[in-house]
């Protein structure tokens, strides 16, 4: 008797709660919008990058494919204001741009300050920088041996 109440005990709780045959609704949408966006390739975030840095009056917009000389990204945008406020609010149009997508930054720094963004999506870093700061830091001279993406090779240009 005390086997047969054991046996009836362990098939009743040992079911798998989250199993996809007891509910198959389970099948989350989640799983697959994530797999989507694990899929976007790093240059069509890229090219949402620098849309929305465009479509924000952005100055300079450069897209740098460094995924040959750095290891930690394939992609940097770099991008000028000429102000603190319109630095803060390029910034904040990219990520918004990035959010739609259900994307997020790993990483944020500067925003308070203005003068230099920079925002981490992995695969593509953005740095928003306040015109005089930008000529000081001079990234592009650092990164010379980066090739350049020209904006309209993303689809971006004066007749979107």
């Known amino acids: 008797m005390k086997k047969r109440v054991a046996a009836a005990y362990h098939s009743l709780f040992s079911v798998k709660i989250h199993s996809p045959d007891i509910f198959p609704e389970q099948k989350t949408p989640m ?3 994530k797999k989507e966006l694990r899929g ?3 240059r069509d975030l890229a090219a949402i990058v620098a849309r ?3 479509e924000k009056k952005g100055i300079g ?3 740098l494919d460094v995924a040959a000389i750095a290891g930690y ?3 940097f945008v770099i991008v000028s204001g000429r102000s603190t406020r319109q630095v803060q609010g390029l910034a904040r149009a990219i990520d918004d741009a990035v959010g ?3 994307l997020s ?3 944020v720094e500067g925003l308070e300050e203005g003068h230099w963004v920079l925002l981490d999506y992995n695969d593509v870093v953005v740095h928003v920088f306040y015109e005089e700061t930008r000529a000081l830091y001079d ?3 650092l990164w010379h041996d980066a090739g350049r993406v020209a904006l309209a090779d993303l689809g971006i240009g004066e007749k979107q």
């Open 31 to 33: 799983r697959s919008i």
């Open 105 to 107: 930054a790993a990483k």
């Open 100 to 102: 739609s997508r259900r």
């Open 139 to 141: 990234l592009e001279g």
């Open 52 to 54: 929305a840095a465009w």
């Open 40 to 42: 976007l390739p790093a």
């Open 61 to 63: 917009i450069m897209v």
């Open 73 to 75: 990204a394939d992609y």
